[in-house]
Each structure stands twice: as structure tokens, then as C-alpha cells.
């Protein structure tokens, strides 16, 4: 019986940790405010996902921190 108050507040964390990050972008609008863009399914490789931009929509982030506006400027 002591155990049980033990799991109790473990359960709790992991309840809370499941409930994801409010931080990432969850639409097309937040996505693009971020510097981001929306990709089907998945991002090509040097990007990575950060949210979701609608059901099948990934919003997709450089890793490197290079925007897709940079690398044209630069060419």
C-alpha cells in the first residue's frame, strides 16, 4: 500500500509531459511567423519538424537556423 503513494505522483508527471509543448506552432499563420514552411507528410533533409500546420501539414524549421530567404539572397 505504500507504493501507491509513490506512483501516484509518478503518474501524475508523465500525464503532464503528454499533454505536449504549447510552444510550437500549431497553424499555417504561426508557422510562417516563425520562419518556417509547410511540408506534406515530412521535411526535406536539412529541416526538421517543429509543429503541426494542419492534419497532414508539418510546419518545417532549418536545424542549422538558415531560412530558405537566405539561401537565395545568396546565390
Same mark, same amino acid.
Request: hydrophobic fraction near 45%; charged fraction near 15%; aromatic fraction near 4%.
Given at each position: 500500500m505504500r507504493i501507491l503513494y509513490l506512483l501516484f505522483p509518478l503518474l501524475l508527471?508523465? !500525464?503532464?509531459? !503528454?499533454?505536449?509543448? !504549447?510552444?510550437a506552432p500549431s497553424n499555417k499563420k504561426q508557422?510562417?511567423?516563425e520562419k518556417g514552411f509547410c511540408g506534406f507528410l515530412k521535411c526535406p533533409f536539412p529541416y526538421v519538424?517543429?509543429?503541426k500546420c494542419s492534419t497532414f501539414?508539418?510546419?518545417?524549421?532549418?536545424k542549422f537556423g538558415i531560412t530558405k530567404a537566405a539561401l537565395i539572397q545568396d546565390v
Open positions: 508527471l508523465l !500525464a503532464h509531459t !503528454a499533454a505536449g509543448s !504549447a510552444l508557422c510562417k511567423e519538424i517543429v509543429g501539414h508539418f510546419c518545417c524549421k532549418n
